[in-house]
């Protein structure tokens, strides 16, 4: 089932696209669109709809904020529809020449994602018609992701910095110290609204954001103590009383758990 939503606040568009294969979707991806600049592509399972959906906008520029497949899923068919360049930072750039391979759970959630190449890397700040938008290096979830920020406005575009204030699985790269000192570092910015690309906060996004940053600090403690104590990364699961989610671990062949969070702790640490 594939479901959509727009979103209109002030002159951004937010366009969300859910895909599941079996019943409603629970996980969704939001693109935006704004004074020319379309921001990220969505997933290459609901290609067609996307397509249609945005077929009618003056799309000038696109600028990826990571490498994952929820973002990177329609480069081709936009780029082949609107003759754009397509922008995003130079590690995003460089990864998508070979990008890391996906996993079962990922392939029949998000779809497939196809190396591109002709990603033009830029560093600090893309430019619209009426809109400079800040480019901020905000690694963790993914070693090349990216906000943009527009300072007049007070808009920020958190890709997946945010999500949710609990997350229920990690991908197993990603660093859980990264994430907390991208947080702090966003928290210090001026803004009143966070166009996250799954879930965006149009009221209170610093809260929001303080809630994801105190779950991340106190897991980060509490495994750090109890490895130092020398337990290994099942009896500190025990230990925490945590519940895995197996059919997302199960599908995913490991790619997506819990126990992943306890592991990139333990690979900050050391
Ligand atoms: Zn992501």
């Known amino acids: 089932m594939i479901t959509t939503e727009e979103l209109t606040y002030e002159n951004v568009k937010g366009y969300r696209f859910g895909y599941s294969p079996f019943g409603k979707p629970n996980l969704s991806t939001y693109i935006y669109f704004i004074d020319g600049l379309l921001i990220d592509t969505g997933q290459s399972k609901v290609r067609k709809v996307l397509l249609d959906k945005v077929d009618h906008l003056p799309i000038e520029q696109i600028f990826i904020t990571h490498h994952h497949e929820d973002h990177t899923g329609n480069i081709i068919p ?20 070979h990008p890391p391979s996906i996993s079962f759970a990922q392939k029949i959630t998000w779809g497939e994602r196809e190396v591109y190449h002709d990603l033009i890397p830029i560093e600090n700040e893309i430019k619209t018609k009426h809109h400079t938008f800040e480019i901020i290096k905000i690694p963790g979830h993914a070693i ?13 575009f958190s890709a997946d910095l945010y999500i949710n204030s609990y997350i229920g699985y990690f991908l197993n790269s990603e660093s859980i110290a990264q994430q907390i000192s991208s947080i702090k570092k966003i928290l210090a910015y001026d803004f009143k609204v966070m166009f996250c690309s799954h879930n965006p906060q149009l009221e209170n996004p610093k809260q929001k954001l303080t809630d994801k940053l105190n779950f991340l600090e106190s897991s ?11 337990l290994d990364q099942n009896q500190i699961f025990k230990t925490l009383r945590w519940k895995e989610n197996w059919l997302v671990k199960f599908l995913s062949g490991g790619a997506l758990s819990k126990m992943n969070l306890i592991k990139a702790v333990i690979r900050d640490v050391e």
């Open 144 to 156: 090349d992701m990216v906000a943009l920020y527009e300072p007049t406005q007070k808009w920020l």
């Open 78 to 97: 936009l780029k082949e529809r609107f003759q754009c360049p397509i922008y995003s930072s130079e590690k995003c750039a460089e990864m998508m020449y």
């Open 220 to 230: 980060f403690h509490s495994i750090t103590e109890l490895h130092h104590k020398g």
